[in-house]
């Protein structure tokens, strides 16, 4: 049994893909996105002092070939992230418990839609 493929025509378009995503634009286009979801994270984060939602940043990292963002939230009292307790809720020093919101995913859900629009727009017109 033997398998056999043909194939017809050239990969112009696959090896100018190819060559385009080799020159890491991807920084920068990953940055684009970096920005808007600091900015879409501290509009929904809820807020009494503006500090927490003015504490978001983000990193662009690259191991091997596996590029990633990551939001970042640095403010915290006591060694305890306030970001965290917002979304996910907290007991009281007083022996209450205050409900968490989740404010993060649905601020961060249309960047998300919006790099994997843009990254299939990327291959598909390569």
Do not use: C
Not at 26 to 32: A, E
Not at 38 to 56: D, K, M, Y
Request: proline share 3%.
């Amino acid at each position: 049994m033997s398998i056999r493929v043909t194939s017809s025509g050239n990969f112009k378009r696959t090896e100018k893909f190819l060559k385009k995503m080799s020159r890491n634009d991807i920084f920068s286009v990953l940055s684009h996105y970096g920005e808007q979801g600091v900015r879409a994270l501290a509009s929904s984060t809820p807020s009494e002092s503006g500090v927490t939602a003015g504490s978001w940043s983000y990193e662009i990292t690259k191991r091997r070939n596996v590029y990633s963002i990551s939001w970042l939230n640095n403010y915290g009292v006591n060694g305890v992230p306030i970001v965290i307790l917002l979304q996910y809720g907290h007991s009281t020093g007083t022996g209450g418990y205050v409900q968490g919101r989740d404010f993060i995913n649905p601020a961060i859900k249309p960047i998300f839609d919006q790099i994997a629009e843009s990254v299939w727009k990327a291959v598909t017109s390569a």
